[in-house]
């Protein structure tokens, strides 16, 4: 979420501020690096995310995606607002 908007994205909100709570940081996995693996969803962010009318099965809180260079690469697109 935050290098999303470092990189100048104002479409994802991230109200909230990264505590789980808002889920307006909603994005799609596009593709992941081989090798890479993103975590599993929390129950929290499984909750939130349930409570979306964009739901899809690659749908992450981009907040909670912990980036690291084993990510370096991965594409997302931005879902659209609630
Ligand atoms: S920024 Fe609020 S849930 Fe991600």
Partial sequence: MQNIRNA???EVQAICGG?????????YI?????????????????DLLDASDHLEENSRLSCQLVFGPALDGVRVTIAPED
Wanted: proline share 10%; with cysteine.
């Fill in 30 to 46: 596009d593709d992941v690096p081989a090798g890479a693996e993103l975590p599993p969803r929390s129950r929290d962010e499984e």
């Fill in 8 to 10: 100048g994205t104002e």
């Fill in 19 to 27: 505590s789980l709570s808002c889920a307006t940081c909603h994005v």
